[in-house]
């Protein structure tokens, strides 16, 4: 089973396409983000559509009050994808809402909520009246996935613990993955593909270490290092 997620950060849509078409053989899916969808919106998932990528990941990271988070699902029932992501600190009956709407709409999308996002540390956490540490809030918002039966999204470093809290058949999804000598840009907390393998995660979502440079050889060594 393919355990790579291309992350296609972009507004450029022809790219986009191009890029995946390249190597969706090799991958298990790509996700497409805010940026992305900002530009290009339900139409641009289409696109994706039209080339056989119907298990995409929409990594929209929604969070809002409950009717508005299912009304928000609801249409999207017009365009196929598999994967939709929430803010677990939306809360339960946010999250109650998004399961139901994800229900109802033709992909049956699964939902995965988002822990704290790769980019913040236990000083960031501080700054927002959050005394709790990374690994601390991550814990409680597992427990609220486990409770609804949701997968979760974390960094590859925090993915043993959630493991451990939400059992062996819900998915965890690693953003932040870094071969061991790229740079971490914006990104606080990265991990390895072999490191969040080993700590429990289903997939790994990679962008910039992959598409810098030859992405097919990229693709190959990082498949050969999780022993795709």
């Keep these: 089973m393919k355990k790579i997620i291309l992350a296609l950060d972009t507004t450029d849509l022809d790219k986009a396409i191009n890029i995946t078409k390249k190597i969706k053989d090799k991958i298990f899916t790509v996700k497409l983000g ?41 249409a999207l029932d017009d365009i196929k994808f598999s994967f939709l992501t929430i803010h677990g600190q939306g809360g339960k009956p946010m999250i109650e809402e998004a399961k139901k709407a994800a229900s109802e709409i033709n992909s049956k999308p699964s939902i995965l909520m988002v822990t704290i996002l790769t980019a913040l540390s236990d000083n960031d ?49 690693t953003p932040g993955i870094r071969m061991k000598n790229d740079d971490k840009d914006d990104q606080k907390r990265t991990c390895t593909p072999e490191e969040s393998i080993k700590n429990g995660a289903n997939k790994i979502i990679m962008g910039r270490s992959l598409i810098k440079g030859n992405i097919e050889e990229n693709i190959n060594k990082v498949s050969n290092s999780i022993k795709e």
């Design 34 to 74: 805010l940026e992305f969808f900002n530009a290009h919106g339900k139409m641009g998932i289409k696109k994706f559509n039209e080339i056989g990528i119907n298990n995409l990941m929409l990594d929209l990271k929604l969070k809002d009050i409950p009717k508005t988070i299912y009304k928000a699902i609801k």
């Design 125 to 173: 956490l501080k700054d927002i009246g959050n005394d709790n540490t990374v690994v601390d809030q991550v814990k409680k918002l597992a427990k609220v996935a486990q409770e609804m039966k949701i997968g979760v999204v974390c960094s590859g470093h925090e993915a043993k613990i959630v493991r451990k809290i939400i059992g062996p058949d819900l998915l965890i999804f």
